[in-house]
C-alpha cells in the first residue's frame, strides 16, 4: 500500500515538474520587447541604448543612436525606417549600422541625410533596430520617433 502511494506521489510530482518546464520554456522561448525610445528609455532583454531622449541635430543631419549588447551570445541588428515627416522620404536613408554586436559589444546606428533631396529643412523620423539572438530567441525592437534630422541645403 506505501509502494503505491510514493508510486502516485512520484508521477504526480513528474507530472507537474513537466508542466512547469513546457512552461518555462513558453515563457522564455517567445520573448519579445518593443521599447519606445523617448523620452526615458527602458530596459530591454539583450539590447540597451544610451540614446537619452534629446533629439540631436548636427550640421551633417545625422541621427546616432548608439547601442549596447548586454546579452551572453551574438546579436544580429536590422535598421529600418519607418515614416519620415516633413521630407521625401528619399532624402532620407540609413547610412551605417553593424549588422551584428559581439557580446557587451557596442556599435552605433546613423540615420542622415541622403543628399538626393538637400534643403527641405528638418525631417521628423521614426525607425527600428530589430536584434534577434541565435538561441536564446531574443527579438527585441527600439523605435526612435520624433527624432529631427536637419537636410542642409
Same mark, same amino acid.
Given at each position: 500500500? &506505501?509502494g503505491r502511494i510514493a508510486i502516485g506521489l512520484i508521477l504526480i510530482g513528474g507530472i507537474g515538474f513537466i508542466l512547469s518546464t513546457a512552461g518555462y520554456s513558453a515563457f522564455t522561448g517567445? /520573448?519579445?520587447?518593443?521599447?519606445?525610445?523617448?523620452? $526615458?528609455?527602458?530596459?530591454?532583454?539583450? &539590447?540597451? =541604448?544610451?540614446?537619452?531622449?534629446? +533629439?540631436?541635430?548636427?550640421?551633417?543631419?545625422?541621427?546616432?543612436? =548608439?547601442?549596447?549588447?548586454?546579452? +551572453?551570445?551574438?546579436?544580429?541588428?536590422?535598421?529600418? &525606417?519607418? =515614416?519620415?515627416?516633413?521630407?521625401?522620404?528619399?532624402? &532620407?536613408?540609413?547610412?551605417?549600422?553593424?549588422?551584428?554586436?559581439? +557580446?557587451?559589444?557596442? #556599435?552605433?546606428?546613423?540615420?542622415?541625410?541622403?543628399? /538626393? $533631396? +538637400?534643403?527641405? #529643412?528638418?525631417?521628423?523620423?521614426?525607425?527600428?533596430?530589430? $536584434?534577434?539572438?541565435?538561441?536564446?530567441?531574443?527579438? $527585441?525592437?527600439?523605435?526612435?520617433? #520624433?527624432?529631427?534630422? =536637419?537636410?542642409?541645403?
Amino acid at each position: 500500500m &506505501i509502494g503505491r502511494i510514493a508510486i502516485g506521489l512520484i508521477l504526480i510530482g513528474g507530472i507537474g515538474f513537466i508542466l512547469s518546464t513546457a512552461g518555462y520554456s513558453a515563457f522564455t522561448g517567445g /520573448r519579445e520587447a518593443i521599447v519606445q525610445v523617448a523620452p $526615458a528609455a527602458e530596459a530591454t532583454i539583450g &539590447i540597451e =541604448d544610451e540614446y537619452n531622449g534629446t +533629439p540631436i541635430e548636427n550640421g551633417e543631419g545625422e541621427i546616432i543612436l =548608439d547601442l549596447k549588447n548586454n546579452s +551572453p551570445e551574438p546579436v544580429e541588428l536590422d535598421v529600418e &525606417i519607418e =515614416d519620415v515627416g516633413g521630407v521625401d522620404p528619399e532624402s &532620407i536613408e540609413v547610412v551605417q549600422h553593424p549588422s551584428e554586436l559581439q +557580446p557587451n559589444g557596442q #556599435g552605433s546606428v546613423t540615420v542622415g541625410c541622403s543628399g /538626393r $533631396a +538637400p534643403g527641405q #529643412g528638418a525631417a521628423n523620423v521614426t525607425f527600428c533596430v530589430q $536584434a534577434s539572438g541565435t538561441s536564446t530567441a531574443i527579438e $527585441a525592437s527600439k523605435v526612435a520617433q #520624433g527624432l529631427n534630422i =536637419d537636410c542642409p541645403s
